[in-house]
């Protein structure tokens, strides 16, 4: 199965746009992400501050809000604990703002691919026809058979790979002709 990087701007997690389908959808990619992908923390831990900031603005007397900051917060917990989240470097941009944190994501993405780029508005909109797309994506990529690759060259060696060894603890690799 090939590895997804995701990042979701903080600006999801404020209560008053993360409720009803959208926290639906939202439970269902923080869980996918927990078995086939990472969420990008730019800013080293800047982002994950902030998403913080915005679930603990949730009423606790809300019912549906109560439910919502307990499920983001209990799912942000084992992607932490599991190693899913990834944290990034600092970026000369200091986020203040939605858009701050969308240029940031596009200037990484420029160095190394994002997967999936989320916010609550513009082209990246967090919205139901993306996530039936990742959803029937990594429904699929689940069922595929293990993928055989040939690499004639270190260089298609090099792409094989690519995906997989940013976030390897460990790579074994068993080729009778690979010294």
């Keep these: 199965m090939i590895v997804k990087e995701f990042f979701l701007s903080p600006e999801i ?3 008053i ?11 269902n990619l923080l869980r996918y992400v927990k078995n086939s992908g990472f969420l990008i923390s730019l800013n080293n831990k800047d982002w994950f501050n902030n998403v913080n900031k ?5 009423d606790d007397n809300d019912k549906e809000q109560y439910k919502n900051k307990f499920m983001l917060t209990t799912l942000l917990k084992t992607l932490d604990t599991q190693k899913r ?9 200091i986020p203040e703002k939605e858009d ?7 200037e990484t993405d420029s160095q190394r691919k994002i997967d999936f780029i989320f916010s609550k508005s513009g082209d990246c909109s967090f919205n139901t ?12 990529r689940i069922q595929e058979p293990v993928s055989y690759y ?4 270190i260089d298609n060696f090099a792409k094989v790979f690519q995906n997989i060894l940013g976030y390897a603890r460990e790579v074994n690799i068993i080729d009778p002709y690979f010294y």
């Design 54 to 58: 915005f679930i603990n603005l949730f």
């Design 85 to 93: 989240i990834e944290y990034h470097p600092k970026s000369k941009i």
């Design 100 to 106: 701050d944190w969308l240029n940031i994501a596009k």
């Design 129 to 140: 026809h993306t996530m039936d797309e990742l959803k029937g994506e990594l429904l699929e």
């Design 13 to 15: 997690f404020t209560n």
């Design 150 to 153: 040939e690499t004639k060259n």
């Design 17 to 27: 746009y993360c409720n009803g389908i959208i926290a639906e959808r939202l439970e």
